[in-house]
């Protein structure tokens, strides 16, 4: 790369520098009428903590600009998930907020487009990149940056599920003790949520605010099994509605709750085990079986070749 170029290109950025200066000051802000309506519009009192939500960070709440949301949209239209989107953030634990993820997303690809900038920068100085491979590597980084945060919000809503089964059995056993010595329904979930910590005592303590919001306890529980995608928390779910509608002991149902997660915790190991025996076959089969036949005919060969 001469001089030349080097000087433009840094001319380039210091304009973009300037530019984004310049739109970000208070004179060039554009106030809407939601704007200037919402500080008369909002209620100066602290909410209760047991009806408040966790919002986006603060750092993604500044780089949520306009701009970026407006590529986000263009991100929304092209992939066309919302549902599935909204479904899996609130499998991971997070606000379903499918604009701040779009934005998040326009971000990583803005991370992966310089990442390949960078790339392209060192090939062209090298004289191996020409300028349209310089261009698709910019284009190919920006869009793994989308594709993989979208990935990682899969892997995290997975593990917190993975947690959450982990938990699930002791939380249905202190359930069952809290029912067992005398406590309601309401009370045991207080009691237990209270005591615990975890993604699904969390989770207790939502359903609690829910309850105590005016929702029934019904009702409150269904949310508990809809914002999570497992299905014996949706059958433990459904065992405790029956018998609170019902009016049948919940300490048993509790109690054959925790003793079915825990055989289908053993089914799933025992599952994953047998998988791992057949991928433990393959530096078997192809290196330590022929490394054990070369050590037991090496010294025949070696005595064959002596004797002739």
């Given at each position: 790369?001469?001089?030349?170029q ?6 380039a950025?210091f304009?973009l ?6 739109r970000g000051?208070?004179v060039?802000?554009?106030h ?6 919402l500080?008369?519009?909002r209620?100066q009192?602290r ?12 750092h ?12 986000g ?9 919302a ?14 907020d499918?604009?701040?993820f779009?934005?998040?997303?326009v971000m990583?690809?803005v ?7 960078l790339?392209a ?10 300028p ?14 989308v594709v ?10 997975r593990?917190?599920?993975?947690r ?5 059995p002791t ?34 303590r939502?359903?609690?605010?829910d309850?105590?919001?005016?929702a029934s ?6 949310g ?17 509605v029956?018998?609170v ?9 509790l109690r054959a709750?925790a ?20 991928a433990m ?16 005919l ?11």
């Open positions: 790369m001469s001089y030349l080097q000087g433009l290109a840094l001319g950025v304009g520098g300037l530019v984004l200066v310049w000051l208070p060039t802000r554009r809407t009428l939601a704007d200037r309506v500080p008369y519009l209620d009192a909410p209760s903590t047991l009806l408040t939500t966790v919002g986006m960070p603060r993604w709440t500044v780089l949520s600009a306009t701009p970026i949301r407006r590529a949209m263009v991100i929304d239209r092209v992939f066309g998930d549902a599935t989107v909204r479904r899996r953030l609130q499998r991971a634990g997070q606000p379903p499918v604009a701040g779009r934005a998040q997303q990583a690809g991370g992966g487009a310089g990442a390949g900038l790339l920068a060192a090939g062209i100085s090298a004289g191996q990149v020409g349209f491979l310089a261009l698709m590597l910019v284009l190919l980084g920006a869009a793994l940056g993989v945060w979208d990935q990682l919000l899969s892997r995290r809503a593990r917190r599920e993975e959450m089964l982990v938990e699930f939380i249905a056993e202190f359930l069952a003790l809290a029912v067992g010595a005398g406590e309601g329904a309401v009370g045991a979930l207080d009691r237990v949520s209270r005591l615990s910590q975890g993604e699904l005592a969390g989770e207790l939502r359903c609690l605010a309850a105590r919001a005016g306890l019904p009702v409150a529980l269904a508990l099994a809809d914002r999570t995608g497992l299905p014996s928390l949706a059958r433990f779910v459904d065992g405790i029956i018998a509608e019902r009016g049948t002991p919940l300490a048993e149902v709750q003793q079915d997660v825990r055989e289908n915790g053993r089914r799933v190991l025992m599952e994953s085990a047998g998988r791992k025996e057949i076959m393959v530096p078997v089969v192809f290196l330590i079986l022929p490394l054990t036949i070369v050590f037991a090496f010294p025949g060969l070696s005595f064959f070749d002596f004797t002739f």
